[in-house]
């Protein structure tokens, strides 16, 4: 029987219930792999943990964790990228493997780990990095392995698709639905890097540099945040067959990728649509499986845990990957180049004239309206919406169309733009 | 580098895919996984096959190939119960792992299969048993290793996935969705296996065993096919909201397991009513991760084969896991015992008093019905629908009633019943 002992740092809520499923699953583990997960050391700079159970060692000082000889697996659920970084090298430079479930970490300082590790022989698990209880990332790695991965796309941030999931189905205003995901532990305190498209981009980094094995940095992926979408355009979109989802997407087209994370709209019929509140999904798209879809809870303590689990038992049944082999150059096309159709909300003083103005700035850049919304009025209000839905066109077009909208005198406000995917 | 030699047994449409597949994909594999795999050995009663990349040898007797010395792993997709037994049994007696997409083999022989290959230290891989091309097993295995299943429902079938799909979404008779779900090979020339629910009720058997680690048989799944479903029964459904598809189920309630396969209402906005065609889809709900969805192509060649290679890839890698350690004993309900809503529909003699008569037979069981309707008479017509949903109510109640209901002079042929499932 294989013995491996394994190192925690971090003993927050995801570090807990790791504790905790570990202790629990040993002797399951024991009978079906014929492996003995031993923890023995926590570094955790209280110097306490809440379980009764673990009867190793702790170390306050999380930097020494991966000096001991007493350890073959370090696993990091501290979170950012400072003190992490610090421990991913040290434990690899002292022959330990690595298992995080840091997104920031695998996204910013992937590569150079990769390179370590594979130089030493190690391993690096980071399943709950991404879709954190859905084993998506083993599935694109392995399942996929054979066969060439045209696309993702999904809903990678449970906080976003959250709020705009009690907006869309509870018309709920923006703040009461952040406010209920940061009640029930679906939101942060400051929940800004979730908002803002932050978290989604690095997960989207993490699953493209698996899907089209290639070098990519977060600052690869175009991204943008929820906070501007209000229920109006939700309502719009309702009436045309469409909603509003936190998506995020990977197109490999002929050899040059399109990356991004943003909300945009989709037909109410497609998998992604159906996915609401702190749920996550991925739909992949390869050559030889067609589509396939996972969804599940992409957070969460015992979730994240267990996917941290999977990753220790692949390190100590000893299957290995190098993905220090995924590295190759690929092309990132800038998001400028992104061909989609595109939605369009103007405020506008409710005159005579504004649309025909409208349409010639449209027209003069050759792109198509699709369809133009201008809701009877409301005679006690001057500034009415109108929404124009544009055929396929250019990310670049728009931005420019965009600014010379918003410089028309009837035009109030910043115009709202939401892209679509089919 | 490690070499493994793997020798093909079958050479259909799964098979051919399965050549291609691992041809195409030898050097990716090598520089990721650090293994070769080397297909050196087909057995093929034909004696010759398509592929003018395959370098190594032809055996046209089957029951040969496990003799080979200069082979690791032994890859079965003949199908069927009989060779495929008889080669499953040789190539663990000759020390040969065994690799299988085969379903009727694992869930008819499995018990066996599993024991032998423990008793000599060989591995047994079936993922592309269930779901074709989603790693559902794997996930089962692995993901939720660390973690007590509660349940699992899911589509299983691709063929009969299709067929009512076609006649709701397309409004085709069940007989022009067969033909086109024959010529596009989602049905074989004979269908009855797929049809009569007996292929989804050996997966489901598969699933359990994986999912609640005990012994279960193929007997002990409820099963029914989709052939007594009409369209009028998925009107009345839609109209409360429901779709009908083809649901398999796993519910381990507190030890106890109910098992089955047949045509069920979900609710329209349930995962599973909105995967369509020839899609599969499986839904696992877990202590530790809540709910957990993996829908994709359940079937093909290249799908199959991709996840045939996965199992390779585990053998060769050294991931091992003994299948024959999930043998507990576990208590299977009869499906008498299954509790749940019911739709049935009556064709009844429109005569006066026929709903009170009807109504007086559910009274005296004490059942509840939660809804009747009876559409407005078409006056050409003496013969009419009543459709009747029954509140929460016993299997073996509904049969007595079901018994009853059908000698009354006014109820014409037989009584259309349908499980709901929530």
Redesign the interface.
Known sequence: MQKINIALCGTGNVGSSFID??L??KE??K????VELNLNLIGSRKGKINNSDFKGKIETDILKVPMSNEVDIIVELIGGTEISYELAKLSLKNDKHFVTANKSLIAEKGQELFKLASDRNLHIGFEASVGG???ILR?IR??????KINWFKGILNGTSNYILSKMYLEKQTYEDALKSAQKLGFAEPDPSLDINGTDAAQKTAILSFLSFSGKISPRDIFFDGIKHIEPIDMEYGKELGYVIKPISIGFNEEEKLLLGSFPAFIQQ?E?IA?VNFETNVIEVNS???????????GAGG??T???V??DI??IA??????YS??MRKIEVNNFDEFITKRYLRLMVKDESGVVAEISKLIAEKDLSIDNLIQKEKNKTEDIIPIVIMLGECKESLVSLLINELENLNQVKGSIQHIRFIE
Do not use: R
């Open positions: 499923l570990i629990q699953s399951k583990i009978s079906n792999y014929n209880g859905i084993p599935t392995d399942g996929l392995i054979s066969s019929d998998i159906n050559k030889n499986t067609n589509s396939t879809a996972f969804q599940g809870p015992y979730p845990s267990s996917s689990m999977n038992l692949d049944n000893g299957k290995v990957f190098d082999n995924l």
